[in-house]
């Protein structure tokens, strides 16, 4: 059985950091793709980042160069480190992982397993 736990959400302000952390168990990371998506209040859900089977890295627009997507397969953990937070990153992310390797990595209706989510809130 697949879980994915999602920590280190929280309330920040504007230009603030933080580190998001997604516990895996009963799931390994090789050869699968794994990723961060969050959904703002009244809007659909997108894809922020991305980790391929290869370990290759995908952002969306909104976040390069201020997200950065790591793993740690000794910790079956996966990391979203998150700098220069702005108000508009205000959502509920989640980690989502794939039981085999995705060709569209932000895009959720390939993933198989998904996080309760953690709220993350940036205020100006």
Not at 49 to 60: C, F, H, L, P
Not at 86 to 106: H, M, Q, V
Request: glycine share 12%; with cysteine.
């Amino acid at each position: 059985q697949v879980q994915l736990v999602e920590s280190g959400g929280g309330s920040v302000q504007s230009g603030g950091s933080l580190r998001l952390s997604c516990a895996a168990s009963g799931y390994h990371f090789s050869g699968s793709c794994m990723g961060w998506f969050r959904q703002a209040p009244g809007k659909e859900r997108e894809g922020v980042s991305a980790m391929t089977a290869d370990g290759s890295q995908q952002y969306a627009d909104s976040v390069k160069g201020r997200f950065t997507i790591s793993q740690d397969n000794d910790k079956n953990t996966l990391y979203l480190q998150m700098n220069s937070l702005k108000p508009e990153d205000t959502a509920i992310y989640s980690c989502a992982a794939r039981n085999r390797g995705c060709l569209f990595p932000l895009s959720d209706w390939q993933y198989h397993y998904w996080g309760q989510g953690t709220q993350v809130t940036v205020s100006s």
